[in-house]
């Protein structure tokens, strides 16, 4: 039996720019949303389209890849005709969903206050920098700074170093499944109760709420972070990247057990025995000795050669790949992470899968849409507009 995609049922209108915002609602739509993006025709649509080093005209391949499986109207909300047809979508949607700067939403008219006389359910979305209020509810808010600014850097880099950020845009893209799972959530409350709401979801307390433990120790015991060596874990050892004679080799030992499997493997039972470590505690005080007893028997052999070692143990280890191993890696292979869009401009376009498996995986992706892309399906097939009201909304610069 075929069944529809999980979320066949939902419409998000999505007034979603750049990153944060499409990264979430991607995976929305992967899951079946009909998610429209509403593209400000006065900036040439999404600010995505046009991101170096492989744009062309308003197109991009950064844009293919946040934006797949989603369709596209251009409209000038800042017009009463715009918004006339806005408040339209709304009135025949599930949610609305934007990442703006914190005070824009209000200033926008985009909140459940503004919205909800048109569509009593409708669930209004926000993922902004710093949220709906506090000081800096009216400043942008980008990944780079939110790295710094929560504490991020300041735990990541060598110990002499200078601080340093992820190499992804983790704060975007976590704050941009959190506005996916908080609208989500809100649906859920929107339809039991017969009553929409609004949703506040912020890239500062994303990032905030990611120092989990590190945060819970300084709040209580006052705790101050360090950087260690080789991206050392702050209170376990062995726990790392080791260097092997042609690469890099992670070994984790969040267990005694896989400890004493490693020494084992290694061909060094008498680690295990050694008292300075004998416990967690004993191997964190100590962890310059572990990291060099350790250092000068996986220097002897090849990375590959202690995957297969470690991997025969039982312990924890991988590989430190380039981007091009991880995607050639078997694994991603066998969980079909690599899907195919078929583009006018850049041809088959490959990209990742999303990771949210809900039931069968969806088998066929759309590329993302060109600007403005499916106005007559919006305009006519949901809003039954004919020719002539859309050429009097067109005259009167609703679609820029």
């Known amino acids: 039996m075929d069944r529809p995609r999980p979320l066949a049922d939902v419409r998000v209108l999505a007034v979603e720019q750049f990153g944060a915002g499409p990264f979430g609602s991607v995976h929305l739509a992967d899951l079946g949303a009909e998610v429209i993006k509403i593209e400000d025709p006065r900036t040439g649509g999404d600010v995505g389209r046009y991101v170096p080093p492989y744009a062309m005209g308003e197109d991009s391949l950064f844009f293919e890849t946040f934006n797949r499986n989603k369709l596209s109207v251009s409209l000038d909300m800042a017009s009463s005709a715009g918004r006339a047809v806005f408040e339209d979508l709304v009135r ?3 949610a609305v969903y934007s990442n703006l700067r914190g005070d824009v939403p209000s200033a926008l008219g985009i909140t459940y206050s503004d919205l909800g006389h048109l569509n009593p359910m409708v669930v209004c979305c926000s993922l902004s920098g710093f949220g709906m209020n506090g000081p800096r509810r009216d400043q942008p808010g980008y990944d780079y700074v939110l790295q710094g600014m929560a504490g991020w850097m300041s735990l990541t880099g060598e110990p002499d170093g200078p601080p340093a950020k992820s190499g992804l845009s983790l704060v975007d893209y976590c704050g941009g499944f959190v506005a996916a799972l908080a609208l989500l959530a809100g649906l859920h409350a929107a339809r039991r109760d017969g009553v929409g709401l609004d949703c506040d979801v912020s890239l500062f307390d994303t990032a905030l709420s990611l120092l989990t433990y590190p945060g819970t120790w300084h709040l209580n015991e006052g705790w101050e972070a360090q950087r260690h060596r080789r991206s050392a874990h702050p209170s376990l ?23 004493r499997r490693l020494c084992e493997a ?12 004998a416990t967690f505690e004993d191997r964190l005080v100590n962890r310059e000795e ?21 991997t025969g143990a039982g312990v924890p280890n991988g590989p430190v790949n380039s981007l091009a191993q991880a995607l050639a890696d ?7 992470m690599i899907v195919d869009t078929e583009h006018p401009v850049f041809g088959t ?23 403005h892309e499916d106005a007559a399906h919006v305009l006519g097939h949901l809003l039954g507009y004919d020719d002539t009201r859309v050429a009097s909304l067109t005259e009167q610069g609703a679609f820029g």
């Open 92 to 94: 025949v949607s599930d």
């Open 237 to 259: 050892s062995p726990f790392q990247i080791f260097p092997t004679s042609d690469g890099w080799i992670v070994i984790a030992c969040p267990k005694d057990k896989f400890w």
């Open 266 to 277: 290694l061909g060094r039972p008498d680690l295990a025995a050694d008292t300075r470590f």
């Open 290 to 310: 572990v990291e060099a007893e350790l250092d000068s028997v996986l220097a002897t052999r090849t990375t590959q050669e202690w995957l297969a070692v470690l």
């Open 330 to 336: 078997p694994q991603t292979a066998a969980r079909d």
């Open 349 to 371: 376009v490959r990209q990742l899968a999303s990771p949210v498996r809900v039931g069968e995986p969806r088998l066929v992706h759309r590329r993302a849409p060109r600007l």
